[in-house]
């Protein structure tokens, strides 16, 4: 008995509702099945191993909760195999993929994971606590001075922060789940509406909607693919990380500038009133432009290439940079909390 296809489906806002598993196997017992197929064919079993590669094993809940199976003697030989799989790949080790970065009204920092993890800083970057919660993050956004906004596949929820501790506010909630938004991916808060970046098939679209999920203005919609944005007064400043290329579009949709990188954009933030900060894919400076997209001198952050790209977040009253990695990797084995240092600043002139 061989296992020929394995797959894992879950809902991508939420890490409980809607898990499915299943693994096909097909019996060799024919040596002629064996035998190598024609030529320019993929050998089945090497696209299975392809496939079981590419699975994410970040997760601590145990492999052996996703699959079904009929036969008993089936699930466990499939077990053993995917756990097998977890040692080769991971080496002992788990990846966070951080989603987002943001100040509080007093100074704190949060971040937040794609995993459902909230982490919560002090002003010098020292960990105050750290949360796991039952959804999975994407955009995240400031409300007031001690709450922010996350979104969550087809939801935005809201977190309050009480002195060295993040709690959610379940009974506030804005659900987009039977609208025309398949998912919120990035988003800002401003006026008491938040401008949020969805993806419709293969439109990327950015508008303004009101605190009950109502659309209020289409500022831009393209069939490029849009991965991240921020804006200030009427120009929304977009990434798109495949051409290299950072937009200004004016909210009635027209193209005010565009620059070409050499390297990938990954992340980008406004800092005060005349700049632009934006972090890049193996390249561990800061790119500081004009609000027009004039090039600007670059800011050393101090790290290793290997921890980028960065997210960032910038502080009016220090006048610093705040940014992270995007992957904090933890060793499964140790006791060191990954969290506890990875927030760096740095002042900008």
Known sequence: MEIVYAELVFD?????????????????????????????????????AQRLSSISTSSDMSIQTFVEMEEEQDMEECVHFLNEKWKEDDHDTCTYICSGITETGDGKIIITTKSGEIALYGASGKL??????????????RTSKDEIAVSCGHCI???????????????????????????VHDMHYSDQSFIILCKIFSQSSIKRIDMTGNTLQLFYQTSDCVDSFCYFGETLFVIDKDQRKIKAIKQNGDLSWELTLDYSPR???IAGEDRVVVSLHARPDLKCLTLTGSILSSVDTGLDPSQTPLLLCYSSESKSIYFCPEDIKKIKSSKKNAFSKIISS???D
């Open 128 to 141: 105050l606590s750290l949360k796991e919660f039952s959804e999975n993050f994407e955009g995240l956004t």
């Open 12 to 48: 991508e806002g939420s890490k409980n509702s809607s898990h499915t598993a299943f693994c096909v196997f097909e019996d060799f017992s024919d040596e002629k099945k064996r035998q190598s197929i024609s030529s320019g064919e993929i050998n089945m079993l090497d696209k299975t």
């Open 267 to 269: 992340h980008l933030t």
């Open 157 to 183: 929820r809201f977190y309050k922060v009480e002195k060295s501790k993040v709690h959610e506010e379940a009974k506030k909630c804005i659900d987009f789940k039977y609208t025309d938004m398949v998912k």
């Open 346 to 348: 740095t002042k900008l």
